[in-house]
């Protein structure tokens, strides 16, 4: 077993006031997932090669530093969101076909998708496992409530895959639930660990699903404009798999009739010059910047909530979090 730390520099200046709890939480989830069986430790290693961001364990220990003092229950609390997402990556990487990720291969490249299917459901099995080890049962009431609206999310956005006709509504039910859930549900637990009052932790709930979505938004442009070494997974997927993102429903809705219909047909083929006539199309119309204006909206309106914070390095870093959020290539 090895354990992997590959937080980029920006993010581990923002994480300052928590850099060494976040070593902890690290140790914590590896603990948690290590076993007998080592073909089973082998792909648990890749998994802990994906943690690159620590995005959800950051806001929440950052969100309890904030808001009031942190205890022994938050380390236990950041590993169960950050084996939660795992989960998530794993299974999207199957549903994506995707093969690349943290610049490396995916489970499902390396050990297929039944491999990669069950390990996404052992890493859930043990984050309600380490959750259960808590005294409160808040946490697991409210990680099991979030993961059954992800798991609504991906089946949202699963039905409605290959649908050019989805709506900007539709697309911010299936990432409010898919994406910005668990974000808010690691704010929530951090303030309320934390010891803060309900108005504080729903402020913070708002701050972490704003910024999720901002976060989604973003990682949907980068989907299209991105380069992949640079953003280190597989790109073009949504796409491919006929998943409109918030880019591509703007540009249907407001081009003109030829580069509307060009952009059909680039969506309906995946092959390999559909990534470029697909950029040429939202370039027309302005729907990148259109998407990252719309995601600055949601980052405003993050930062908005944390007025309810009295002044600490670890507002600063909360604040300064959902503005790397807009200017992330990766």
Do not use: W
């Not at 496992?129 to 993961?147: D, F, K």
């Not at 390999?272 to 027309?284: D, G, H, K, T």
């Amino acid at each position: 077993m090895r354990c992997v730390s590959q937080i980029s520099e920006p993010l581990h200046v923002l994480y300052a006031p928590v850099q060494e709890d976040l070593r902890l939480v690290e140790r914590v989830f590896d603990e948690e997932i290590a076993g007998d069986l080592p073909f089973i430790d082998d792909l648990c290693d890749t998994v802990r090669s994906y943690r690159g961001k620590m995005l959800r364990p950051g806001l929440l220990l950052l969100t309890a530093r904030a808001a009031g003092e942190l205890t022994d229950a938050h380390p236990t609390l950041a590993a169960v969101v950050e084996l939660v997402h795992m989960a998530t990556l794993v299974h999207d990487d199957v549903l994506d076909e995707a093969d690349e990720r943290r610049r490396q291969p995916t489970v499902n490249n390396i050990s297929g998708n039944e491999a990669a299917v069950l390990l996404g459901d052992y890493l859930i099995s043990h984050a309600f496992h380490l959750c259960s080890s808590l005294e409160s049962q808040y946490a697991s009431r409210r990680i099991g409530a979030t993961t059954n609206t992800v798991c609504e999310g991906e089946l949202l956005q699963n039905h409605y895959r290959g649908r050019l006709d989805l709506s900007e509504a539709q697309y911010f039910n299936i990432i409010g639930r898919k994406t910005a859930a668990l974000t808010a549900v690691a704010c929530e637990l951090g303030a309320h660990f934390a010891g803060a009052d309900e108005a504080c932790v729903d402020a913070m709930r708002g701050y972490g699903l704003s910024a999720g979505i901002a976060f989604q938004i973003v990682d949907d442009v980068l989907d299209v404009t991105g380069d992949q070494a640079t953003v280190g997974k597989t790109l073009g997927r949504d796409a491919g798999l006929g998943k409109l993102t918030l880019p591509t429903i703007h540009c249907l809705s407001v081009a003109d009739a030829d580069t509307a219909s060009t952009l059909r047909a680039a969506l309906q083929n995946d092959g390999p010059q559909s990534a470029e006539v697909i950029r040429e199309c939202l370039s027309r119309t302005g729907s990148v910047d259109h998407a990252l204006s719309v995601a600055r909206e949601y980052v405003l309106g993050a930062t908005f909530q944390l007025d309810t914070l009295p002044p600490s390095d670890a507002k600063a870093s909360l604040s300064a979090l959902a503005e790397f959020i807009i200017g992330r290539r990766f």
